[in-house]
């Protein structure tokens, strides 16, 4: 079932990180068939010719920007921004699909926790950094992928706790990562109330993707591949992301959690105000960023 996408997206710009497979790639195609010109964002080198081929075999007038870039280092993220608003006037939309299902423990060589930097940080510094972008266009919109683990989350606001071994499970650092989507998203959209910015998020559904690889620990494994019989397609679970990125209904919703097309309840800790205030402000203090 395809989604019913709004008016031309011709003269649009948009950026899509993770472009390189799955929902990302799904996503990256169908904005371009709609004549949107499209920012590749993904980390893999062949990955990502091969994402463009693929995009480019589809939708023959594509228009496409690759951008390689590995989102768990925040120095990366500071340079593909530095770079997008050299090159650039304008972002029409914004999709932080990107993310990871963590494996063993593993620190950063700049010392964060490789999911909580790739799934939020990265989130919340590129989004802060395009900003003047978006805020160039007619309308924007943020639309960041989010999940239902965020009902298992549980957000650890000291760095030093979220980043030692003995209290690190994979689980509970996605479902974290994912309510921190969800608290960002709420915190940003009320800092952006009365703009021509919107931010919104989603959980895209059960979807059968590379979330899980050789890397990922055998007890993720053993939940995942039971599960696959009941996972849906990445051309299914793009589907409310690209409604929030160009339905005309949806252009002035603005902190909503979405889901199968439709605003959907997410958990009490996610709207909590306090703590979406707070995670925002560490959020600044370890990106280094302030808005």
Request: aromatic share 6%.
């Amino acid at each position: 079932m395809a989604v019913s996408l709004g008016s031309s997206l011709i003269g649009k710009m948009a950026l899509v990180t993770g472009a390189s497979s799955g929902i990302g790639l799904v996503t990256a195609r169908e904005l371009a068939r709609r004549g949107a010109k499209v920012i590749m964002v993904a980390r893999n080198p062949e990955k990502t010719e091969r994402a463009r081929s693929a995009i480019q075999f589809a939708v023959p007038n594509a228009q496409l920007d690759i951008r390689l870039c590995d989102l768990s280092l925040l120095a990366n993220v500071r340079q593909l921004a530095e770079e997008l608003i050299r090159d650039y006037s304008k972002l029409d939309i914004l999709i932080n699909n990107a993310g990871i299902m963590p494996g063993p423990h593993t620190l950063t060589s700049e010392g964060h926790e490789l999911s909580w930097v790739t799934n939020h940080l990265s989130v919340f510094a590129l989004t802060h950094l395009l900003l003047p972008l978006l805020s160039a266009a007619e309308t924007g919109r943020i639309v960041t992928v989010a999940s239902e683990a965020h009902w298992l989350g549980e957000i650890e606001f000291s760095q030093e706790v979220r980043n030692a071994p003995e209290k690190y499970s994979w689980l509970t650092a996605y479902a974290d990562s994912k309510l921190a989507n969800i608290l960002f998203t709420n915190e940003l959209a009320y800092r952006l109330e009365l703009t021509n910015v919107t931010a919104n998020c989603l959980h895209p559904g059960l979807v059968n993707t590379g979330l899980v690889h050789a890397g990922s620990s055998w007890a993720m494994k053993l939940l995942w591949w039971p599960a696959k019989p009941f996972m849906i397609t990445p051309e299914r679970g793009a589907q409310t992301t690209l409604y929030l990125a160009t339905a005309p209904e949806v252009a002035k919703v603005s902190g909503s959690y979405f889901k199968n097309l439709r605003p959907s309840r997410s958990s009490s800790r996610s709207q909590n105000r306090s703590d979406a205030a707070r995670l925002w402000r560490i959020s600044e203090e370890e990106t280094g960023l302030a808005l």
